[in-house]
């Protein structure tokens, strides 16, 4: 089907086709028509599967097609989890508007407010923004919603999850009642399927593929290695030159300062993006892996959610995730736009309920392997001083901080993408050409 069976504006197909899509993805196809139309809807398709075009071209659409009922106005509000994504949806937003004169801004933290006062003031048409930041404009009366339209949450579960939801609420308070609300992601759980009747009246949902299944093109390995190895089986296996575009996760920040301090010291070129990095750092960590001036990203699961960097070999998780979820949208960062890519998952003792809740949700196994050449029995070092200090390591060397320590299941506390205490209810080898579609929209790729 092409774009224009979709009825888009003559000026936003012009764009799409600049940006080199020759067709919709399987969520744009469906999606598309019914956002037209003026629906609310609940859009959920596999990571990298064009979600993000999928609102963002018919809202700009309805945007461009009717005459505010005043004049410098905010219309369209899309919330997003992390800076870095509301970065990237602005990006698409402005390659996608081109050709339509509609005023764009971004919102979110760490960075000066006072262009973003004078952004919300002039009454940009579309705002994209993180809640936090939104919030604290909106307590300062920068923000004026009385004519709002249209409001996007996109990675809906993370939004909705106890960690944001308060913040949602207090946004959407302000919100006109009467307005079409679409909510994205490529995973939501029955049970925050049910808290969206309070946002929305009446959705559709469109769901492409399994709500729990990571991107087909994506290959998932299994590597068991005890714990205080995992940073030498990174480095043994980082010698594939296969793996060429590689982005870790850890599940502390100073995990990933500790093994990016590793990688560094053998010569590997390593950027890390994390809540205690400066926004600028942390926007610099994400250019420089796009463009190649970084081979290695080690990240928190800040990076877990859309980010959409192309050409992404393989998904380390060094650490395993907190949440089925999570593992499927750090995964999904590769394996994009129909690309290909590969998944590692690094298995200690202590994981392997993880690895059992986890292969449950997905619905199969994943393979096993072990790294040809790897020295797994090399002893764990002795406990130093500074180490003895901090307290006794649990069976897998993991340190009991107070609180849970499990990895699984409902109701424990664990940190947000951005660093905010979160509850939650619910629960190398080769490769080949990745990458068949056209231009980027934003010029992305090595
Ligand atoms: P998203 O899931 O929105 O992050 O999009 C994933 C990737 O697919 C991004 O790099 C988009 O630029 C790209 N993309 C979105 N729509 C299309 C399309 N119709 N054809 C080809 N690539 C697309």
Do not use: W
Not at 172 to 195: G, H, Y
Not at 215 to 243: G, I, S
């Amino acid at each position: 089907m092409p774009f224009k069976a979709l009825g888009l504006h003559p000026l936003i197909l012009q764009a799409i086709q600049e940006t080199g899509y020759t067709e919709p993805t399987p969520i744009q196809a469906a999606a598309i028509p019914e956002v037209i139309q003026g629906r609310d809807m609940i859009g959920i398709a596999q990571t990298g599967t064009g979600k993000t075009a999928a609102f963002t071209l018919p809202l700009l659409h309805r945007l461009h097609s009717s005459s505010p009922s005043r004049k410098q106005a905010t219309r369209t509000l899309v919330l997003a989890p992390t800076r870095e994504l509301v970065v990237q949806i602005e990006e698409n937003v402005r390659t996608y508007a081109k050709h339509v004169p509609i005023q764009i801004t971004k919102v979110f933290g760490g960075v000066s407010e006072r262009p973003q006062i004078q952004a919300l003031r002039s009454g940009a048409e579309m705002v994209i923004a993180t809640p936090g930041r939104l919030l604290d404009l909106m307590s300062q009366r920068c923000a004026d919603f009385s004519q709002l339209e249209h409001l996007v949450l996109d990675e809906a579960d993370r939004m909705l999850d106890m960690g944001f939801l308060p913040a949602i609420r207090r946004v959407v308070n302000a919100l006109p009642k009467k307005r079409q609300t679409l909510l994205f992601s490529a995973t939501l759980s029955k049970e925050i399927e049910s808290l969206t009747h309070e946002f929305q009246s009446n959705p559709k949902t469109i769901q492409i593929g399994r709500r729990s299944n990571p991107a087909e093109t994506v290959t998932q390995l299994v590597y068991e290695v005890p714990r205080h190895l995992k940073t030498a089986l990174l480095c043994h296996l980082l010698n594939d030159p296969a793996m060429d575009m590689v982005l870790v996760f850890t599940r502390t920040k100073h995990g990933a300062d500790r093994v990016a301090r590793k990688l560094e010291s053998i010569g590997i070129k390593t950027g890390t993006l994390h809540a205690n990095r400066s926004q600028n750092q942390r926007l610099r960590a994400l250019s420089d892996f796009r463009s190649g001036a970084t081979r290695i990203l080690i990240a928190t699961d800040i990076a877990a959610r859309g980010i959409d960097v192309d050409g992404i070999s393989h998904v380390v998780n060094l650490d395993f995730p907190p949440q089925v979820e999570d593992y499927v949208h750090r995964i999904g960062r590769t394996g994009r736009a129909n690309a290909i890519g590969d998944a590692i998952s690094f298995i200690c003792q202590d994981d392997y309920g993880a690895l059992r809740s986890l292969e449950r949700f997905i619905g199969r196994g994943i393979v096993r392997k072990k790294a040809d050449g790897f020295d797994y029995t090399v002893a764990e070092p002795p406990v130093s001083l500074e180490e003895q200090r901090r307290g006794p390591r649990t069976q897998g060397g993991r340190r009991f901080q107070g609180g849970q320590n499990t990895t699984q299941g409902g109701g424990q506390r664990r940190p947000n993408p951005e660093g905010r205490s979160a509850h939650r209810s619910s629960s190398g080898g080769s490769r080949d050409t990745r990458n068949p579609r056209g231009q980027h929209p934003s010029g992305r790729g090595r």
